[in-house]
């Protein structure tokens, strides 16, 4: 049976800050190929023609990225966290493109969602507690969503997420924080009575809220060149900051996954009229 064949585009909200703050995008979908060209894909069903990212902030842009991309299938990725505020931005911004009539767009689910995301960092965890010899009773796992008060749900998965980790580390002291809703960064950081605390952001790329916001919440160092993960030990204890999901080991495994499943349910975007495309 031969290799169903489409394109894949990485939606993502994507920053402008820096001129690298969307580059774990690009390279996420440099990496997909790379794998494909070198023969040691895992996926001889799928023949992915071509793969971009495309941003609400940054380039190429969603409302212009299906015009670099050959006619047919185009799955498109929410490399986002929940089924929040932007996700649902993202009808009228492919409906924007020009010729949409001429693709079949599939809309996976959400990247950070994916089991495999929640995977990765239960390791995190246990590596690190492992291999700096960190007590778990005198650790807290910290992890920090972007959040939104303009969608009441966007902070469940943030949430879910902690449960897991709590649940898989019942001794390890375990709590959520946002940037934009209560329980803020700063809050939370301010509750913790550990020596250690490993945090983690539920953030997809590199950008001014991984390299800024985030630890300058926990008094760490920032900027752009930020290394992850961020390790500082003090008198009083271990502070480590891990690196955001697109940078993850499995994000090449999680995004085939991800168009595989969206194409297997055979449920392609429907173009109502221009400008609106129903989900």
């Not at 649902?88 to 689910?109: C, E, G, W």
């Not at 898989?168 to 002291?173: A, S």
């Not at 495994?253 to 595989?260: E, F, G, H, K, M």
Request: with cysteine; aromatic share 6%.
């Amino acid at each position: 049976m031969p290799p169903r064949i489409c394109s894949i585009v990485l939606a993502a909200h994507g920053s402008t800050a820096t001129d690298h703050s969307n580059a774990p995008l690009h390279e996420m979908a440099a990496a997909i190929l790379n794998r494909q060209r070198e023969g040691s894909a895992d996926w001889p069903d799928l023949w992915i023609e071509k793969i971009t990212p495309a941003f609400l902030q940054g380039e190429p842009q969603m409302t212009q990225v299906l015009e670099s991309l050959p006619e047919g299938d185009v799955v498109v990725i929410p490399v986002m966290t929940s089924n929040g505020y932007y996700l649902r931005k993202l009808p009228d911004k492919f409906a924007r493109n020009r010729n949409v009539d001429k693709f079949q767009l599939h809309l996976s689910p959400v990247f950070g969602m994916h089991a495999s995301i929640a995977d990765e960092m239960k390791s995190l965890v246990a590596n690190h507690l492992s291999n700096l010899n960190l007590k778990p009773e005198e650790t807290t796992a910290v992890v920090i969503g972007h959040g939104t008060r303009r969608n009441k749900t966007s902070g469940e998965s943030t949430y879910r997420l902690t449960k897991t980790l709590a649940d898989q580390f019942p001794r390890l002291n375990c709590l959520t924080g946002f940037l934009d809703q209560d329980p803020t960064a700063e809050q939370i950081a301010s509750e913790i009575k550990t020596p250690n605390t490993i945090i983690l952001p539920f953030l997809i790329s590199r950008g001014p809220h991984t390299t800024e916001d985030v630890p300058l919440a926990f008094h760490l160092p920032t900027g752009p060149d930020l290394p992850f993960p961020c390790i500082r030990r003090s008198d009083s204890g271990i502070q480590i900051y891990e690196k955001p999901l697109a940078m993850y080991s499995q994000a090449v495994d999680i995004c085939v996954a991800l168009a595989r499943e969206a194409l297997d349910a055979n449920q392609p975007v429907k173009l109502i009229s221009k400008g609106e495309l129903s989900l």
